[in-house]
């Protein structure tokens, strides 16, 4: 706990000034805050910004507590590939992907010895056990320290549980030095390999097989998302009207329903006593990855019913998570923040005055313009594909290819798609390695500023390319209607909003990013950590005179 350097009261107790007669009768200052001793930092995956706008009048619980702290509606995850892992790797690294090394959720190495040169963001492909679909799960990618880990560093007897719906957010929020990590696989929560399930986890996945077994006829409709409940026509299906009805026994319709952040909350909240978190002077750290909004913004859309349920659900049940905080008598900051944006799908788009929005040309395929590549420069490779990667990001050559040839397809391939209607921008690698790493605001950042963020020069691709805003990288596919992870503003901008007890409120629209959150945080708890090793700064989330950054 620190003082203010000079404060009345202690000036008069060492004698360094008279007390004047009216002491007595002066309002007493409130007696400085100590550190909290827990922090909870919540993801929920693709809540953006204008998802958040749309909905907070009508948050009452848990979001609503956090509405009245230091909100940030313009938060930006600044960098070019707005996926899931990169998203949740700059939270509590207060590191861009371009420094803490998580580019993607997968990327290429044409160079791995083993068949799948595909890597896994969170898996440890060292492990012959490992491979990019069926992960051996780990941070290992993770360059830099989380705020747990610096916490464990600065005191071993600080704690750093993560637990979330996917194994990716549980790492890039945890890092490599974790007490526990949980995260949703198949069944119910797992862990690391090799690691029996604690007390909590078995306890909690008992509780979800009995309700998966009792199956739900679905959730009652609130009456704030009566104006969206309309069907939509996408493929041979439509969406939505659903309410989330689960037949008895379904795994699936668990998984994709509003229960599974329950679960995970539920399980934080276990976890908290397992570990008596913040239960002493000993800052700990709670990172919860709540994937549910992500998975079902996925399957349909976000200007349905299926969205508004979930989100007043993630309302109540933060509600429910923070008032029982508040009977443990734990003094708590919160953070809340998404690990990206996301947008609706296009069919319902065309409907709702944005036309523009429209799905990728099959022919940007990596297949197709392997295919096209190959034909037009004459170069073929005898073993795998010509090209690995995506149309939206990263673009590897095969590792097959000499210099020259390396140069022949990547001028080749730089043509065509600068050439497509789609395509907004293509990078070369030399050029973004070349590039400086952005400053100022995120609003303001060039493409080529945004995709820096996003580059690695061991990660990234030869070239990068950007499709045009509106463009979804994902065909027609019922059961995954609309996506995210593109450089335009519908997926970069999140909330970030931060709650203590006692913490004077404020609203600030000023766009902020997502790598403030880390020097926030170290900075309200004491922690020091030199300011090189951050992309973000300290944002001051005392809406008063005071200043959190200097406590
Ligand atoms: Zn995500």
Not at 239 to 266: C, I
Not at 328 to 338: E, N, P, Q
Not at 475 to 498: N, Q
Request: aromatic content about 6%.
């Amino acid at each position: 706990m620190r003082f203010p350097i000079f404060s009345l009261a202690f000036a008069v107790v060492v004698g360094l000034v008279t007390a004047p007669p009216t002491l007595a009768e002066e309002p007493q200052l409130p007696e400085a805050k100590g550190p909290p001793t827990l922090v909870v930092a919540i993801a929920v995956d693709q809540f953006s910004a204008d998802l958040f706008a749309q909905y907070r009048r009508f948050f009452t619980k848990g979001l609503a507590r956090l509405g009245e702290g230091a909100v940030f509606p313009s938060g930006y995850q600044s960098h070019a590939a707005t996926e899931t892992c990169p998203g949740h790797s700059t939270i509590l690294t207060g590191a861009r992907p371009a420094r803490n090394g998580v580019i993607a959720n997968w990327w290429f190495d044409p160079k791995i010895t083993r068949g799948d040169k595909r890597v896994y963001c969170a898996e440890d492909e060292t492990d012959p056990a490992s491979t990019s679909r069926k992960p051996v799960v780990s941070a290992v990618h993770l360059k830099v320290q989380t705020l747990g880990e610096r916490l464990k560093s600065a005191n071993p007897a600080s704690r750093n549980v993560a637990v979330s719906g996917k194994d990716r957010a549980a790492m890039m929020m945890g890092g490599r030095n974790v007490d526990a990590a949980y995260w949703w696989a198949k069944k119910g929560f797992g862990t690391f390999a090799g690691t029996a399930l604690g007390k909590s986890a078995l306890e909690m996945n008992l509780k979800i097989a009995e309700r998966i077994e009792e199956g739900s006829p679905g959730f009652e409709l609130p009456a704030f998302c009566a104006a969206r409940d309309r069907a939509v026509a996408i493929g041979k299906g439509s969406v939505g009207t659903g309410r989330f009805a689960r037949p008895a026994g379904d795994l699936r319709a668990f998984q994709v329903s509003p229960l599974l952040d329950r679960a995970t909350a539920a399980l934080a909240l276990s976890l908290v006593d397992e570990f008596q978190l913040g239960r002493d002077d000993v800052p700990d750290v709670l990172s919860i990855g709540l994937s549910g909004t992500d998975i079902i913004g996925h399957a349909y859309g976000h200007q349905g019913v299926e969205i508004c349920i979930q989100l007043a659900q993630v309302d109540d049940m933060l509600g429910q998570l923070f008032g029982s905080l508040d009977q443990r008598g734990i003094d708590f900051v919160a953070v809340l923040t998404a690990d990206h944006g996301g947008i609706d799908a296009p069919e319902r788009l065309a409907q709702q005055a944005y036309p523009i929005a429209e799905r990728v040309d099959p022919d940007l395929s990596i297949e197709a313009l392997g295919q096209r590549i190959g034909n037009e420069t004459g170069v073929t490779v005898s073993k795998g594909p010509l090209l690995l990667g995506g149309v939206n990001g990263d673009i590897y050559l095969s590792a097959e290819l000499n210099a020259e040839q390396r140069k022949t397809v990547a001028m080749a391939l730089l043509a065509t798609l600068k050439a497509h209607p789609q395509i907004a921008a293509v990078f070369h690698g030399d050029e973004l390695a070349a590039a400086p790493m952005p400053v100022g605001s995120p609003q303001d950042w060039t493409l080529l500023d945004r995709a820096r963020a996003s580059y690695d020069e061991s990660r990234s691709g030869d070239l990068v390319a950007v499709l045009k805003r509106g463009v979804l990288a994902l065909p027609v596919r019922l059961g995954l209607v609309a996506t995210h992870g593109s450089v335009w503003d519908y997926d970069r901008r999140v909330p970030i909003l931060f709650w203590r007890e006692g913490l004077a409120g404020l609203e600030q629209p000023a766009p902020i990013e997502t790598v403030d959150i880390a020097p926030t945080l170290a900075s309200l708890l004491g922690l020091n950590v030199p300011e090189s090793e951050f992309d973000g700064r300290c944002l001051d989330i005392d809406g008063g005179p005071d200043d959190s950054c200097t406590q």
